[in-house]
């Protein structure tokens, strides 16, 4: 079946210094996967943070990048410079273009702490 | 904008009981879904609803049934609830389409069985 994986546990970083979440995805039942970053943010609920329907592009949102590699099958998330508002639980997350609806098969998600 | 209403917040139940959670969003979003999230585990996607008056099983949809009663709600049964079971239950929204359309999710309810 079709999953993801992504970076598991807690990932502490520094505020002002670099983040990268790793994101690997595995669709051999999807031809065309698109591929999500969600975000639940403390007292919050989950919402979207960037999108890429095609391989080679590129999505950013609130300063994250993340790209769409087709040939190493990975959505890494990266940010250069985090602050404290950064302190979240990510999810990457993929779909299939060509089924009605629109399912999503989320990884485990990798809670970010950022410290001042 | 809009938002997703989940009832209850918390749900308390006793082993081998039926649960009902309910879900009501006004996006006039024709697409609703309900996930479950478990300690440790991605979410998980339990039954979906393409328009009104469909119902499509997810990967996890044993142990529940649902229901799509009208456009704007959504309700998910556990048909017999499992005791120490702990989980969060989150119901979603989108647009109709092909994959590429945002989910918009409510702030989910939390099951505990004694």
């Known amino acids: 079946g079709d999953s993801v994986t992504q970076t598991e546990g807690q990932v502490t970083v520094s505020e002002s210094k670099s983040l990268i979440i790793n994101c690997t995805y595995s669709a051999t039942s999807i031809a065309y996967p698109n591929l999500f970053w969600y975000v639940r943010y403390p007292g919050e609920g989950l919402q979207l943070l960037l999108k890429v329907i095609t391989a080679g592009q590129k999505g950013s949102s609130r300063g994250f990048e993340a790209t769409y590699n087709k040939e190493t099958t990975s959505f890494h998330l990266q940010k250069a410079s985090v602050q404290e508002s950064d302190s979240a639980v990510y999810y990457c997350?993929?779909?299939?273009?060509?089924?009605?609806?629109?399912?999503?098969?989320f990884g485990i998600g990798t809670r970010v702490l950022v410290r001042p | 904008g809009g938002i997703i209403t989940q009832t209850p917040k918390f749900l308390i139940g006793q082993e081998g009981q039926k649960l009902t959670l309910k879900c009501q969003q006004n996006f006039n979003h024709d697409t609703m879904y309900w996930y479950r999230q478990d300690s440790g585990k991605g979410l998980r996607l339990i039954y979906y609803?393409?328009?009104?008056?469909?119902?499509q099983k997810g990967d996890l949809s044993e142990g529940y049934d649902a229901s799509r009663e009208k456009k704007s709600s959504f309700s998910l049964t556990v048909t017999s609830a499992q005791k120490n079971e702990m989980a969060v239950f989150l119901c979603a929204s989108s647009i109709a389409g092909l994959g590429q359309n945002t989910l918009y999710f409510g702030a989910g309810t939390r099951l505990s069985v004694l």
């Open positions: 997350a993929l779909s299939d273009s060509n089924s009605a609806g629109n399912k999503l098969t």
């Open positions: 609803s393409i328009t009104e008056n469909d119902l």
